[in-house]
């Protein structure tokens, strides 16, 4: 399920991520997960209200029929909060 991201700032919200990769051909074809990349280089895959709907989505993954590449890519997902990616917006000037 899809939620428009600027709606789920303003309330906070959870977002589900998944780290940078890239395909590595060294006579066969790997993916290499950069699980310690700096959380705003991650995609988001989902956005969710609550921290344990979006564990849930985390979990959901596990089942979700992936090419082979994907898996290391959907095992290593995680939440953050919202805020941690797209910083509140300080208030308008007047």
Same mark, same amino acid.
């Not at 909060?81 to 007047?94: D, G």
């Given at each position: ?22 395909k590595v051909v ?5 993916? $290499?997960?950069? $699980? ?11 956005? !969710? ?15 979700? $029929? ?13 939440c953050v909060?919202?805020?941690?990616? !797209? ?6 000037? $007047?």
């Open positions: 399920m899809r939620h428009d991201t600027r709606a789920v700032i303003l309330l906070g919200g959870w977002l589900l991520m998944l780290p940078p990769s890239e060294d006579g066969r074809i790997s993916v $290499k997960v950069e $699980k310690d990349a700096p959380i705003p280089r991650w995609s988001q895959e989902s956005v !969710y209200e609550t921290a344990r709907e979006c564990q849930a989505g985390v979990a959901s993954l596990a089942t979700t $029929k992936a090419p082979d590449g994907l898996i290391p890519v959907f095992a290593a997902a995680r909060p919202a805020e941690s990616v !797209y910083p509140p917006r300080p208030p308008a000037q $007047k």
